[in-house]
C-alpha cells in the first residue's frame, strides 16, 4: 500500500470527483476516535460496492504520526479484504478548511 499525499491545489479537484457516488470521503479531527474511525471507513467502503476512491482527511490537530499510522491500518485492512480502492490522504488540514470540507459533506 502506498499513502499518496497532495498538494492544496489538488485537494479541491479531488473533492469534486468525489461526488458522482464512485467515492467516499472520511474525516478526522482531535476528537474522532481513531479505533472508531478505522471501523467505520472500513465498514463503509465495504458496503458501497461501487466505491473505488476514498478520501481521508486529517484536521491539523491530528498529530501526523498518528494519522499516517491510521491511513496505513485502513489501507492494510482494506487490502486485506480484497478491494481495489484509490486512496488519497490529506493531513493537517488547516481547521478552516477542515470546516469548510466538513460544512459541504454535511449538506
Do not use: Y
Not at 474522532?32 to 474511525?37: H, Q, Y
Amino acid at each position: 500500500m502506498q499513502i499518496r499525499e497532495t498538494d492544496f491545489d489538488e485537494r479541491l479537484d479531488l473533492l469534486e470527483n468525489i461526488e458522482d457516488g464512485k467515492g467516499e470521503v472520511f474525516l478526522c479531527d482531535k476528537k474522532t476516535n481513531r479505533n472508531a474511525f478505522h471501523n467505520k471507513t472500513v465498514a463503509k467502503l465495504m458496503k458501497n460496492t461501487e466505491a473505488t476512491h476514498a478520501m481521508l482527511i486529517f484536521e491539523e490537530s491530528v498529530p501526523h504520526h498518528r494519522a499516517e499510522r491510521t491511513a496505513k491500518k485502513i489501507g492494510r485492512t482494506i487490502e486485506g479484504l480484497h478491494r481495489a480502492i484509490q486512496m488519497d490522504v490529506f493531513f493537517d488540514v488547516p481547521r478552516d478548511l477542515f470546516a469548510m470540507i466538513r460544512k459541504e459533506c454535511t449538506s
